[in-house]
């Protein structure tokens, strides 16, 4: 199935650093999502973006949609232990009425503390 | 308000076999996206559901189907199962719009 390029695939950061992972893709979105999963859960919506250049905060987060409408980037900063888990980015495409979400690979965190 | 639910949260069936999942949204949310999760593939959209009516689906083959019924909640259902369907399957409700989708916790299947 189509999946959108995330990238680092895994990192590990020592407690304290900040945090830094991008989606892109060859198409164009009008919509981003950065969601988190934890072991044996479904995963979170941490922040959504809707237009191009959007930069929007939650807490330590912040994530950016990319003004070619192919990219988007999350930032955390000051990492914590409980941080750690996978960042899932997800674009949607609207076309013929109908919304579908194409998530990447994702991103691994570990925080060392 | 309650989340995503979805039943049963572990499942074991054996090749051949048939299973049916099933989640209930958030209360008002009409749309509901059904996913699979596999360490390989990742997150794979199967089907969306809005009113009843499947709106989108994924490159999955027959064996895979869902519904919704008329207050929302939706079943999905793998005919003739292969150890390859062995995944955790994810089930996620938004109002139908644009906005981000709310995930349930899953539904881990084992097929032996």
């Known amino acids: 199935g189509q999946q959108l390029n995330q990238s680092p695939q895994s990192m590990f950061i020592q407690e304290g650093e900040d945090v830094s992972m991008n989606c892109t893709s060859s198409?164009?979105?009008?919509?981003w999502l950065w969601y988190k999963q934890e072991p044996g859960e479904g995963p979170v919506l941490l922040i959504a973006?809707?237009?191009?250049?959007e930069l929007t905060s939650n807490g330590r987060l912040t994530a950016q949609f990319g003004i070619t409408r192919k990219d988007s980037f999350l930032n955390i900063s000051a990492s914590i232990p409980s941080d750690v888990g996978i960042y899932f980015c997800?674009?949607?495409?609207?076309?013929?009425?109908?919304?579908?979400?194409?998530f990447g690979t994702g991103t691994r965190l570990k925080v060392l503390a | 308000k309650a989340g995503v639910t979805q039943t049963p949260r572990y499942l074991i069936k054996t090749r051949g076999q048939q299973v049916t999942l099933s989640c209930s949204p958030i209360?008002?949310?009409?749309?509901v996206s059904w996913y699979q999760q596999t360490p390989g593939q990742g997150l794979q959209f199967l089907f969306e559901?809005?009113?009843?009516?499947?709106?989108n689906k994924g490159n999955f083959p027959g064996r895979f189907s869902g519904r919704q019924f008329s207050n929302s909640r939706s079943e999905m259902n793998v005919s003739t199962l292969e150890l390859g369907d062995s995944a955790l399957y994810l089930c996620?409700?938004?109002?139908?719009?644009?906005?981000?989708?709310?995930f349930g916790s899953g539904t881990r299947l084992t097929v032996v």
């Open positions: 997800a674009g949607q495409a609207v076309s013929s009425g109908t919304y579908k979400y194409i």
């Open positions: 198409s164009i979105f009008n919509t």
């Open positions: 973006l809707y237009k191009a250049g």
């Open positions: 209360s008002g949310h009409r749309s």
């Open positions: 559901y809005f009113s009843e009516t499947q709106r």
């Open positions: 996620a409700s938004n109002s139908g719009g644009s906005g981000g989708y709310t």
